[in-house]
């Protein structure tokens, strides 16, 4: 089968979850006999596309000028360059079938040109894009968790918060309807789609309250391939070793777990991930961590594996939904119990006091006790750690997505 997987950025220009997701399922697919091409956008100066080669994948990347935030959203609605570098990706590949990644920054008329060849296409439901063009169902203005859209005026409240010009109330009614536009192109996507994935049951339910059709959404979580877990002894009883593993930034409330273990006696803070994302939050977390907290800095994926069976516990304290969690997936593969925010797939992601514990998001004193009782209490530590089990494997995953294919070619 020819498949082509559109992605709005990869890997190694951009590194994230959707990014590393689509590279590891391409490339498996590749492996099976597959002929795959991925197309993305990349920010570049001038216009063009180039093509490469990645173990068997065909990798397409378009260019039309570099991204800003006010040119990623306006190319939903117009970007004539990124359209004919994708039909010409069209021509030389034939693809029996699309599968959509992601679309934030290319153009709706991608789609448009799909229906045109009668090329059925899938989407997985990565984030809340699709219906919060901040992605995250979380507020800018307030950075609270969203409810959805209320006539799009807090739309644009909070793409005028994003901009850095919340008091431009003049501009409230003429910014809400172009969302809701954007909103009106989207949502036909989404209704025209072949079928829509989800990878966890919350994301499938949200997506089918918004109004997708139930018939055509599957849930399926995602797999890990992970390296052979460390079957080493148990560590003797000592400092117990806390790992955060993750974006530095505010919505993933590492503020929270810094000051919540800034004085838990017996307890070491682990914090992998890059301080350039944002400096400004970086700096408030330099200043409020205690001498038990050690920045990592970025880490390749081997250091990562490296630094997951090194880990007591893993820590995952975000203040918005998240759709799924790799990572808490990765701990689990290397044995390490979780302790998450009870929020979002966060809370269907932990089997409660077999595997991992969820807490109320933000509260610095529940994160402090919980940690503090496990120091004190190793047994129900050893129980937790016991009870995780091997999350499921990426080779599997593959396989659903196999059959989901095989089911509209």
Sequence with gaps: M??????????????????LYTQSLVQTLAARGYEVTVFYRRSAPGA??????????????????ELTAGRRFGATFHAPGLVASFRRVLDQTSPELVHIQHLMG??????TELRARKIPYVITLHDFWWVCANAQLLTNYSHEICAGPRAYLNCARCALARAGAPNIWPALPPLAGLLAARARRLRGVLQQAARLVAPSEFVG????????????????PHGIASPARDTSPDRAPGVLRCVYLGGLAWQKGVHVIVEALREVRDAELWIAGDERFDPAYSAQLCALAGENTHFLG??????????????????????WYE??????REAFSMGAPVLVSNIGALAEAVHEGVDGLSLPPGDVAAWRQ????????????????????????????VSEIEALYAEIV
């Design 2 to 19: 020819r498949l082509l997987q559109l992605v709005h950025q990869y890997l190694p220009d951009f590194i994230g979850g959707t990014e």
């Design 48 to 65: 063009g596309l180039a093509q490469r080669d990645e173990a068997g994948v065909t990798v397409c990347a378009a260019w039309d000028g």
């Design 106 to 111: 290319l153009p709706v008329s991608l789609v």
């Design 205 to 220: 339910h949200w997506y089918t309250e918004y109004g997708v059709p139930p018939e055509r959404l599957r849930v399926i």
């Design 298 to 319: 970025r880490l390749s994926r081997d250091e990562v594996w490296r630094i997951l069976a090194q880990a007591d516990l893993l820590l995952v304290p975000s203040l």
């Design 323 to 328: 759709t799924f969690s790799l990572v808490v």
């Design 370 to 397: 919980t940690v503090a009782s496990l120091v004190q209490d190793r047994e129900r530590y050893a129980r937790l750690r016991a009870g995780v089990r091997a999350p499921l494997t990426l080779a599997v995953h």
